[in-house]
């Protein structure tokens, strides 16, 4: 069970956009529509941002949206702000019931 | 409104077990699926696995060897051992409770810091 593959690092300026890909194989993302997406600020536990591949928890913005083709995932965050400053991780239900999380990404806003 | 608490010790040495609790407050642990996670300093998250209250486990095939989540008879509080620990499970454990039909970790606890020494 490998790690899902994720950039170490993305940035951009406030009001742009950024998307971070997510990559896995046809035994974890490819075969479930279970890829969730975290945001972890230093020092805190992951806050929950997308699930089902593009759905968003109650009470997180609408900047958030996330979308999946194949054995790639990926979240997209629209007008950053300073806030969105975090490390994201994404995570997919594996064979044989198992979870497996990407080695995260450091987003930095500019 | 469920909150998750991790508690045990901070240290332990090395080649022996380490040993958390997890306590679930504003819920009980008899229903949904209850886990924990790993996330070494400067690095990744890392499942280690879930219980249900019924029994079912599932462990990371890479530390499954070594490991042992189960609930408690109050059915508010589960337990992480993992054993013949080394320096390389120093890490932040969260436990976490997860949907199995959305696939969402929510909610986390805050984590706990266990270093392993020599």
């Known amino acids: 069970q490998s790690a899902l593959t994720q950039p170490a690092s993305v940035s951009g300026s406030p009001g742009q956009s950024i998307s971070i890909s997510c990559t896995g194989t046809?035994?974890?993302?490819?075969?479930?529509?279970?890829v969730s997406w975290y945001q972890q600020h230093p020092g805190k536990a992951p806050k929950l941002m997308v699930y089902?591949?593009?759905k968003r928890p109650s009470g997180v913005s609408n900047r958030f949206s996330g979308s999946k083709s194949g054995n790639t995932a990926s979240l997209t965050i629209s007008g950053l702000q300073a806030e969105d400053e975090a490390d994201y991780y994404c995570?997919?239900?594996?064979?044989?019931?198992?979870?497996?999380f990407g080695g995260g990404t450091k987003l930095t806003v500019l | 409104q469920v909150q998750l608490q991790e508690s045990g010790p901070g240290l332990v040495k090395s080649s022996e077990t380490l040993s958390l609790t997890c306590t679930v407050s504003?819920?009980?642990?008899?229903?949904?699926?209850w886990n924990w996670i790993r996330q070494p300093p400067g690095k990744g998250l890392e499942w280690i696995g879930y219980?249900?209250?019924?029994?079912?486990?599932n462990y990371n095939p890479s530390l499954k060897s070594r490991v042992t989540i189960s609930a408690d008879t109050s059915k508010t509080r589960f337990s992480l051992k993992l054993s013949s620990v080394t320096a390389a499970d120093t890490a932040v454990y969260f436990c976490?409770?997860?949907?199995?039909?959305?696939?969402?970790?929510?909610?986390w606890g805050q984590g706990t810091l266990v270093t392993v020494s020599s």
């Open positions: 504003g819920g009980s642990i008899t229903t949904h699926y």
């Open positions: 976490a409770r997860v949907s199995l039909v959305a696939g969402t970790f929510d909610p």
């Open positions: 089902e591949g593009s």
């Open positions: 046809s035994s974890d993302i490819g075969a479930y529509n279970l």
């Open positions: 219980m249900s209250y019924s029994g079912t486990t």
């Open positions: 995570c997919s239900h594996a064979d044989s019931g198992t979870w497996v």
